[in-house]
């Protein structure tokens, strides 16, 4: 049994999601809010991040790098039989440009767009600062920096078939992760990025994507064409 | 051939040499300065982050995460005849725990302590804002988080022989990293951590730490302490 502990909007948990859809396991969610920092969670990784994956109510693997690997070392693919893709496919040097590809979206992505997009445009309203306006020259950096992200996933499916080489990949997962989330805030300027709206068209039609594209938060509802596989 | 691109008081890239050094590979260091964003730079790693491994001037391997991977995948260790360790020895459960405190250490104490005490006490005087004082309120805070964290390593130590387990891993590699930046400036209040101390002691004594306790920085030399094996 599989019980992975996430947050909706967490694009860390949304990575490990979709791999664990990739690799056809059966999983539950179990929902944990990453401000709240509750000493049951805090029990279970004393860290603080998310996401957690209890196995068999024994293991606890906790953050996105140990529960990838270990999705990669201990559950078999069957890509030939049609059967689940490898997350890290390749030899030793493909390998390595995945994980270069996971870090540029799980640490940098991160830091110079969803992370503060979400504070901006999310934390405050769900933690109660309703009244506090964004920070504008804050958005302003990251519409900047989300430009110039967009042009490199372009770049990179541009030169290959998916973004680390001719298959599919844990850095396709990691990155698509953070990519609907700020598709479900509605801030992506798809227009403009035709290579890389196609690769996340071919992503959200995988099955491992829809469970995520029915997320649903009440206090703050998706935009308009989240869910929507032609846009 | 190996070449480190790397810079001094970078912990990342200190973490990558030290296992490049238990591995006995011999490289050359290239140092860098990762505030400079260097085109020559950005065009081996477009990221701007540090360390970069070049493999006989063919293979361009970025970020600590991809680089000790594929140490790990590639390059042999025989730990039963006194040669080198492997980096993350044990089954796929304990290797889990390696990477879970690896990420506890180049994330969060990063994010939480090293970060910020190199950039209020390092990178400050470095580039030119020598007149600026550190700001005292972010001090304090390190100062609590650091508090924290060595409470953590004593807790982790005392119940192995080593932070993950019974055998030396990437993770002391990448802890110590971060210890050697912090008692490089002098920041470590060594005496109220008597368990942390003696597994820094076991590290330091190792030859694949010698090279960094050789580091001498001259717009910032070490604290007295910083190179002796018995404080």
Redesign the interface.
Known sequence: MLRLTQYTLCPHSRSVRLALAELRLDFELNYEEPWAWRQSFLSLN??G?LPVLEIDEV?V???T???S??LS??YPEHPDDGGPVPLFPGD??Q???I??L???FH??FDREITRELLIEKHYRRTVGEKGRPPDSQILRAVGKNLRYHMD?ICFQVDRNNWLAGEQLSFADLAAAAHISVLDYLGEIPWDDYPSAMEWYVRLKSRPSFQPVLEDYMSIQPPTSHYANLDF
Chains 1, 2 share one sequence.
């Open positions: 004393p860290s991040a293991l693997l906790c953050g790098y140990a529960i690997e270990y070392e201990c030793p040097e390998r390595a440009e994980r270069r996971v870090d540029w640490l940098k490199y």
